[in-house]
């Protein structure tokens, strides 16, 4: 078994891209510990479903952490952004559902799949991100081994103590 140490992102690449690519410079330039599951192999347009989604669960296997980044047109994309939730589901990787209209909790635009399952949602800002990547995963394991599902949102105080 490879060893984890890789956050899997998933987005809506025709609509949401800059997102991630922002994401990718906070780690270029801040604290902001991301180290990329997409970095090890490239998935290119042109290549079938079924090599695309062999190269997708290569990077799963590195995979200690799943963020889905959640848009408008998210919650339609059943070809990959939904395979991709399911194996994070199946592979109970700790979820992060960034959501980039900047909502605190899980609205309309969550994808169907993800909305009974076990998550923390965050708005789209850089603390919060690091932060839940920092904390999610034990509180995770915790509620995973308590047989706990759905969504966790962190408090208002996490947010004031974070200055957002």
Do not use: C
């Not at 510990?33 to 079924?50: I, Q, V, Y």
């Not at 989604?53 to 959640?70: A, C, G, T």
Request: proline share 2%; glycine share 4%; charged share 35%.
């Amino acid at each position: 078994m490879a060893y984890r140490n890789k956050v899997y992102v998933a987005f809506d690449g025709d609509n949401d891209m800059r997102y991630y690519d922002l994401m990718r410079g906070w780690n270029v330039k801040d604290d902001f510990d991301f180290n990329d599951a997409h970095d090890l192999h490239s998935a290119r347009d042109s290549s079938t479903e079924e090599s695309i989604k062999k190269s997708l669960m290569d990077r799963f296997n590195n995979s200690k952490l799943f963020i889905i980044l959640i848009g408008e047109h998210t919650r339609y994309l059943t070809k990959f952004v939904k395979w991709e939730i399911e194996v994070a589901i199946r592979l109970n990787l700790p979820i992060i559902a960034v959501n980039l209209n900047d909502k605190r909790q899980g609205d309309d635009l969550m994808p169907a799949v993800l909305r009974d399952e076990l998550h923390i949602t965050v708005p789209y800002k850089e603390k919060i991100i690091k932060y839940a990547m920092d904390n999610w995963p034990d509180s995770d394991k915790k509620h995973r081994g308590n047989g706990e599902t759905g969504e966790y949102v962190y408090k208002d105080k996490v947010y004031e103590d974070l200055g957002l």
